[in-house]
């Protein structure tokens, strides 16, 4: 600075006024013209001039990116929020009940589920009754809304994510199904100083298959009427539809008799699709969380258990639903009845592991020792029971490639439906 002098105040506002037109050239040129005094060199003015302009540039770019996420990350988290005003208006009729709402205004949009204000005026007007079940996850209630019952799961905000991720996965395009539970709306409850994560769907009074087969025995009937219906729930669930409203492939990757719950006309759906995986075939890509050995130990596929899946094909996630189906039908074989003898209700390798088994007890069983559940002699005597037997084979193959489809276990039981009918 001792060999420069300072720009005299004109100087100055000159500069000022050609950098703020765009000339910054002209700007350094205008200093270096001779003045008969010493002045700043181009270097020394570029870095006065160039480098604060530069610096607020990135600012200004980097305050907007981190506006921007904020905002999606506070919309995607807390859209629902209490304070935004409800719009009673979009909800049809008074005299609509919940079918009429579920089924008529999420098939006339994108089937992908009900509007976002019309989820949140739905959660924010039920009246919770009981405690029907507790998870991992948090609570289950049965509610009333209008005078019908609903289901509400409520998650505790240390759970926001796996909230998010099964409301997401429900409200998937074109994924409503007849066999998979009806999903209704999904809300965050806010008062101040707590938060409740609500998931809100169909009541289904029978509970879970596992609640249902420990209180009751089933026919012949009866167990191929919720063995089809599940193997279809999850051959759509799997299925991946083609078109502008497509759906997406999706493995479950927990079924299991708690999570399958039984309707009132007998038919079943499938339920809790928090550790559901997406598959996007276009880029062939899966939606999976880094840790790929999830699910309920006791159901986990042998490739699960011995850590030998192939988690970058999907067809292996698939494979491993099938693997469990073919448990679950065994739990549902057991509780049929024939001539008035029947077994009691018992979980798949109860007579093998411990009541909680870990990791490495299921792994010793399942992939050390090839063991799988007893198929009672008596199951030949009878042809649907037979016929059962042999698809829970094809179900739980140590091979994963060699099991069967959703889609063909769906077919096999349908079979045996048409051919039951023709025999009456």
């Not at 559901?276 to 258990?305: C, F, Q, W």
């Not at 009672?376 to 649907?384: D, F, G, L, V």
């Amino acid at each position: 600075m001792a060999k420069t002098k300072e720009l005299s105040k004109d100087t100055r506002n000159k500069i000022v006024d050609l950098h703020q037109a765009g000339k910054t050239e002209s700007a350094i040129g205008y200093v270096e013209r001779p003045s008969g005094e010493p002045g700043w060199g181009r270097l020394e003015l570029a870095a006065v001039i160039l480098v604060p302009s530069a610096l607020l540039c990135v600012s200004i770019l980097l305050g907007v990116c981190v506006m921007q996420g904020q905002r999606c990350a506070y919309n995607r988290a807390h859209k629902n929020d209490v304070e935004e005003p409800l719009d009673d208006q979009s909800l049809m009729s008074p005299d609509n009940c919940l079918k009429d709402l579920i089924y008529g205004m999420s098939t006339s949009s994108s089937g992908s589920g009900l509007p976002l204000l019309v989820q949140r005026t739905i959660a924010r007007t039920i009246v919770l009754q009981e405690t029907i079940g507790k998870g991992r996850f948090g609570e289950v209630w049965r509610g009333k809304w209008r005078g019908e019952d609903v289901a509400v799961k409520i998650f505790s905000s240390r759970d926001e994510r796996s909230w998010f991720r099964e409301a997401e996965i429900y409200q998937t395009i074109m994924l409503r199904h007849e066999n998979i539970l009806g999903f209704i709306a999904a809300d965050n409850k806010d008062n101040g100083s707590w938060t409740q994560l609500w998931l809100v769907s169909e009541y289904h009074e029978h509970g879970s298959l596992f609640e249902y087969l420990n209180r009751y025995t089933v026919s012949v009937d009866s167990m191929i009427i919720l063995a089809l219906s599940i193997a279809s729930g999850l051959a759509h669930l799997h299925m991946e539809i083609i078109g502008t409203q497509g759906k997406p492939a999706i493995a479950h990757r927990d079924i299991k008799s708690k999570n399958i719950l039984v309707k009132k006309n007998g038919t079943a759906v499938i339920a809790d699709l928090g550790l559901a995986v997406k598959h996007d075939s276009s880029a062939n890509t899966i939606d999976i969380p880094s840790n790929h050995r999830v699910g309920t130990k006791r159901y986990m596929a042998p490739e699960l258990l011995d850590d030998t899946i192939n988690i970058g094909s999907f067809e292996s996630f698939k494979r491993a639903d099938i693997y469990s189906l073919g448990l679950v039908f065994w739990e549902l074989a057991r509780r049929c009845s024939i001539r008035g003898l029947q077994e009691d209700f018992q979980l798949p390798y109860y007579d093998m592991v411990p009541s909680d088994p870990s990791v490495e007890d299921m792994r010793k069983i399942v992939c050390d020792q090839k063991l799988r559940p007893n198929i009672p002699n008596q199951w030949q005597s009878c042809e649907a029971l037979r016929v059962i037997g042999k698809l829970m084979r094809e179900c739980w193959y140590t091979n994963a490639a060699a099991r069967l489809t959703a889609l063909r276990v769906k077919k096999t039981i349908s079979q045996v439906t048409v051919l039951k009918d023709i025999k009456d």
